[in-house]
C-alpha cells in the first residue's frame, strides 16, 4: 500500500518478516485504534443528543409547571404559547462523565519491599485508660466523645437503649484549668442534655469524679 511514497503495513506478521529481513521503519498509525476512536466518538455524540432532548423535555415541563402555579387566564395562556419555541441551549446541559473508562492504563500494584515496622507504644494520655477500666468496672458503657469536645460519651447501659448521661473530660490532677474552657465545657453538656464529668487519676491510685452542671441564675 503506498502513502506518500512509503510503505505501510497493518499487520503483526508483516512487521515481524520485515524487521527480520533487517529493515527498520516508524510507526505511522494503528487503524483498529483509529477505528475504536471513531466508534468512541460516535457513541458520545450519541449519547449527548440523547441527553440533550430527555433534558430539554424535563426543563420545559419544570416552566409549565412554573408557569401554571403562578399565572392564570390569558396570561397563562400567552405564556404556555411562547414555550413552543423553547430551545434547551445546549450550554446548559449536564453531563455525566463516567469515572471508570476500559482501557486507561493501569500500573500494577507493587508490593512492600521495605519490611512493616512496629510504631511502637501509643501513649494514653492524661489516665484515659485508667478512666475507660474504671468505668466500665462501675457498669457504665463508654463510646467516643469526639463530636462533643470530651473523651468519653458514659451511657448507664447499651448506647443502643439509652441516651448518654456524662459527657467525660479527663484532666490532670493538681493542673490549673483554664477557667473558659471548664464554663464551654460546661455550657455544651448543659445544650445537649448532658453532665460534664472530670475525670482525674489520683497519684495513689483510683479516679477522682467531679461532675459539674449548668445551673441558670434567677
Known amino acids: 500500500m503506498q502513502r506518500e511514497e512509503m510503505e505501510l503495513l497493518w499487520s503483526v506478521q508483516e512487521l515481524r518478516a520485515v524487521r527480520g529481513s533487517g529493515l527498520m521503519g516508524a510507526m505511522e498509525a494503528n487503524a483498529e485504534e483509529a477505528n475504536a476512536k471513531e466508534r468512541q466518538e460516535q457513541q458520545w455524540e450519541e449519547f449527548v443528543g440523547r441527553s440533550l432532548e430527555q433534558q430539554q423535555r424535563l426543563a420545559l415541563e419544570d416552566r409549565k409547571c412554573a408557569l401554571m402555579s403562578s399565572l392564570s387566564g390569558a396570561a397563562l395562556d400567552a405564556s404556555l404559547a411562547a414555550l413552543d419555541s423553547f430551545v434547551f441551549p445546549r450550554s446548559a446541559l449536564s453531563v455525566q462523565i463516567s469515572t471508570c473508562r476500559q482501557g486507561l492504563p493501569v500500573q500494577p500494584i507493587r508490593g512492600q519491599q521495605k519490611p512493616l515496622e512496629a510504631m511502637g507504644v501509643i501513649p494514653c494520655g492524661e489516665g484515659?485508660?485508667?478512666?475507660?477500666?474504671?468505668?466500665?468496672?462501675?457498669?457504665f458503657c463508654l463510646t467516643s466523645g469526639g463530636k462533643f469536645g470530651a473523651?468519653?460519651?458514659?451511657y448507664p447501659g447499651d448506647p443502643l437503649r439509652f441516651h448518654a448521661h456524662f459527657m467525660a473530660v479527663c484532666v490532670q490532677q493538681g493542673e490549673p484549668l483554664s477557667l473558659r474552657d471548664v464554663l464551654s465545657w460546661i455550657r455544651l453538656s448543659s445544650n445537649v442534655k448532658k453532665t460534664l464529668l472530670l475525670c482525674s487519676q489520683c497519684p495513689e491510685g483510683g479516679i477522682l469524679y467531679s461532675s459539674l452542671q449548668w445551673s441558670s441564675m434567677s
Open 128 to 139: 484515659r485508660v485508667q478512666v475507660f477500666s474504671d468505668l466500665r468496672r462501675r457498669g
Open 151 to 154: 473523651d468519653f460519651l458514659v
